[in-house]
């Protein structure tokens, strides 16, 4: 499979905040449409020198990964992991000089290739492929986050996400000195002529939802334009907010692509899976009923955490059982032999 894009559109506004803590690879400006692989970071706000970190993660990655695919062609999800564990180790080792303590970031990636485009993400920044030629969201990446896991679960609907007392936790990140992590890894091998992909940080996704972003990427404005809506549609946000673009202008199949295996459509973390779901949930909750019995999950007990009391009241009942058994036993006997 050989996929063209057209020249990568790039987001990178500093909001209210005092200095920038986002990142891309390659820098913003820098991006053309010979570039096979794109990767965003947002460094952690809560976390000092989070611009360093998005910095040095984005450009482990991007390097390793360039220099793999320029070798190989392809690549495999042992290389996303090695660049990723690369990521993490050069933030740990920078965290050694004196001025920079305790940092962090999340990791969004695309590398295009002869498999088709492989995914992968660390943290709360987005990951979205959007065919505007058919008005659908094909995948959004899971964050790794509590207010996500609570939205999965069902004890909040999405309206409240924005506004859930955790918002800004996370469950993964790069952290310097940190335990290894692992990224989400996806394999898209259905890849059409005006697919748009996006990565972005949250500053983006707290302004504009999947729906709005399909959107304004279907409406045909020029790059001009659709970059100025872009960033006037997200300037209400005070957080950095950044945003790579990647429209694929056409694709070439070559021998063997009936042999790719994509997973978009079936891994766990695609959240469009759990979108209809949760939506139909949230409806029956608004109108008082239940939702339908193919979207109950029933959780069955634990026989190793079941209640003492309980395991009484059933040796019991089976105590009573056994003598009524026996009663009744001698009584017939008593009978026959009368």
Not at 142 to 169: C, F, Y
Not at 210 to 227: I, V
Request: net charge negative; charged share 30%.
């Amino acid at each position: 499979m050989k996929i063209t894009i057209d020249r990568p559109l790039t987001m990178c506004e500093q909001g209210a905040r005092d200095h920038q803590e986002d990142a891309m690879w390659r820098a913003a400006g820098e991006m053309t449409a010979d570039d096979r692989v794109f990767v965003v970071c947002d460094g952690m706000g809560g976390h000092e020198h989070g611009d360093v970190a998005s910095k040095i993660a984005s450009e482990a990655v991007g390097t390793h990964l360039t220099a793999v695919l320029d070798a190989m062609g392809t690549i495999t999800d042992d290389d996303v992991r090695a660049a990723v564990a690369r990521a993490c180790e050069a933030v740990t080792d920078a965290e050694s000089e004196p001025a920079v303590r305790h940092m962090g970031t999340t990791l969004t990636l695309l590398v295009f290739h002869r498999g088709g485009v492989t995914a992968a993400h660390v943290g709360d920044s987005r990951i979205y492929h959007l065919r505007p030629a058919t008005g659908k969201a094909l995948y959004w990446s899971r964050d790794h986050s509590v207010v996500m896991e609570q939205w999965q679960l069902g004890n909040i609907k999405r309206e409240q996400m924005a506004t859930a007392p955790r918002r800004n936790v996370i469950t993964r990140a790069i952290i310097a000195g940190g335990e290894p992590v692992e990224p989400d890894i996806v394999h898209i091998t259905d890849v059409q002529p005006g697919d748009r992909f996006v990565l972005c940080t949250d500053g983006v996704t707290e302004s504009l939802e999947h729906e709005q972003l399909l959107d304004l990427l279907s409406r045909g404005y020029s790059d001009d334009e659709l970059l100025a809506r872009l960033v006037n549609d997200t300037a209400d946000n005070k957080d950095n907010h950044t945003a790579c673009i990647v429209r694929v202008a056409a694709v070439e199949h070559e021998e063997g692509d009936d042999t790719l295996t994509g997973d978009e459509d079936s891994v766990f973390f695609n959240v469009m899976r759990v979108l209809a779901r949760r939506t139909a949930e949230d409806a029956a909750d608004d109108a008082g009923e239940d939702a339908d019995a193919e979207n109950i999950v029933v959780v069955q007990p634990d026989a190793n955490n079941v209640d003492d009391d309980d395991i009484d009241s059933d040796r019991l009942l089976r105590i009573v059982v056994a003598v009524s058994l026996t009663i009744l036993l001698v009584l017939i006997l008593i009978f026959l032999f009368k």
